[in-house]
């Protein structure tokens, strides 16, 4: 089935890269370097933006300095500064990831936003491979829980001790926001945009930078991402829609979450 998918996949994008080129191959592609240059300046924004001592320095320039330390103590020193720090960060990954894309897209390339991973359907075949995903995904999950450096790090919210706890659901709330808008960046404005050119290759330039955005974090995680990267691209360029890589990204990042709350012995209500 799987071998299938992808010869059908690769086919049908060929096909469609070699009819575009062959139409446009005398002219640059005005809308090829737009997506480019677009998604290098959002990786960058959300990269510098989304650290709140980048943004109080760029304060400082601008203003009085205690305007500058009034923002760190924000951030840094106030009784909800995790969680502030977190949804600075979402503030920014949005920003890069859905708002300027959008932007882009209406304004500039003056496009139907559909046609960038909200134009096709789910099928009863497209959830089969979903399940399947999360039949592999989720024992890696729970088996990857056990590790130390995967419980330092997951939830980025580390301020709870024990659930219930509110802020930990707004984080979640606001953490399933950013796969949204990650999976509509990758997988919607950089897949779709670039497969008039690359066609099926397209999905594995857009497996290079999502990659890349995984550094830092635990290295199975970030090898998972390649492999992860690949799959989501296929599926998505079959079903024209990022649908099915928000439902995978948000059951495994809350597998991943509550895992790290049990194995810290976090989950207890009383």
């Given at each position: 089935m799987i071998q299938q998918l992808i010869a059908d996949v690769y086919a049908e994008s060929e096909k469609y890269a070699l009819s575009n080129l062959q139409n446009n191959s005398s002219t640059p592609s005005r809308k090829l370097m737009a997506i480019c240059i677009t998604v290098a300046f959002s990786l960058s924004l959300i990269h510098y933006g989304g650290n709140p001592s980048n943004i109080a320095t760029l304060i400082?320039?601008?203003?009085?300095?205690?305007?500058?330390?009034?923002?760190?103590?924000?951030?840094?020193?106030?009784?909800?500064?995790?969680?502030?720090?977190?949804?600075?960060?979402?503030?920014?990954?949005?920003?890069?990831?859905?708002?300027?894309?959008?932007?882009?897209?209406?304004?500039?390339?003056?496009?139907?936003?559909?046609?960038?991973?909200?134009?096709?359907?789910?099928?009863?075949?497209?959830?089969?491979?979903?399940?399947?995903?999360?039949?592999?995904?989720?024992?890696?999950?729970?088996?990857?829980?056990?590790?130390?450096?995967?419980?330092?790090?997951?939830?980025?919210?580390h301020e709870t001790r024990q659930l219930p706890d509110i802020q930990l659901f707004i984080w979640e709330a606001e953490y399933m926001l950013q796969f949204f808008a990650l999976e509509f960046f990758f997988r919607g404005f950089f897949l779709h945009g670039i497969k008039d050119r690359f066609g099926f290759y397209s999905v594995f330039v857009m497996t290079i930078p999502y990659c890349m955005i995984h550094f830092g974090k635990p290295f199975p995680e970030t090898m998972a991402a390649i492999i992860a990267g690949i799959a989501l691209g296929i599926l998505s360029l079959k079903s024209k829609n990022i649908w099915l890589g928000f439902f995978i990204h948000c059951s495994v990042a809350l597998t991943m979450d509550f895992c790290s709350l049990w194995q810290q012995g976090l989950l207890a209500t009383s």
């Amino acid at each position: 089935m799987i071998q299938q998918l992808i010869a059908d996949v690769y086919a049908e994008s060929e096909k469609y890269a070699l009819s575009n080129l062959q139409n446009n191959s005398s002219t640059p592609s005005r809308k090829l370097m737009a997506i480019c240059i677009t998604v290098a300046f959002s990786l960058s924004l959300i990269h510098y933006g989304g650290n709140p001592s980048n943004i109080a320095t760029l304060i400082g320039y601008f203003s009085e300095p205690i305007n500058s330390a009034n923002y760190l103590q924000l951030f840094y020193h106030s009784p909800h500064a995790r969680l502030l720090q977190l949804s600075h960060w979402i503030f920014f990954t949005v920003l890069g990831y859905a708002i300027i894309p959008l932007l882009v897209i209406r304004f500039y390339l003056k496009e139907e936003i559909k046609a960038f991973g909200f134009s096709g359907s789910i099928t009863r075949k497209d959830l089969k491979i979903y399940g399947l995903m999360l039949v592999f995904m989720i024992p890696l999950v729970i088996g990857m829980s056990f590790t130390a450096s995967f419980q330092h790090k997951y939830p980025f919210y580390h301020e709870t001790r024990q659930l219930p706890d509110i802020q930990l659901f707004i984080w979640e709330a606001e953490y399933m926001l950013q796969f949204f808008a990650l999976e509509f960046f990758f997988r919607g404005f950089f897949l779709h945009g670039i497969k008039d050119r690359f066609g099926f290759y397209s999905v594995f330039v857009m497996t290079i930078p999502y990659c890349m955005i995984h550094f830092g974090k635990p290295f199975p995680e970030t090898m998972a991402a390649i492999i992860a990267g690949i799959a989501l691209g296929i599926l998505s360029l079959k079903s024209k829609n990022i649908w099915l890589g928000f439902f995978i990204h948000c059951s495994v990042a809350l597998t991943m979450d509550f895992c790290s709350l049990w194995q810290q012995g976090l989950l207890a209500t009383s």
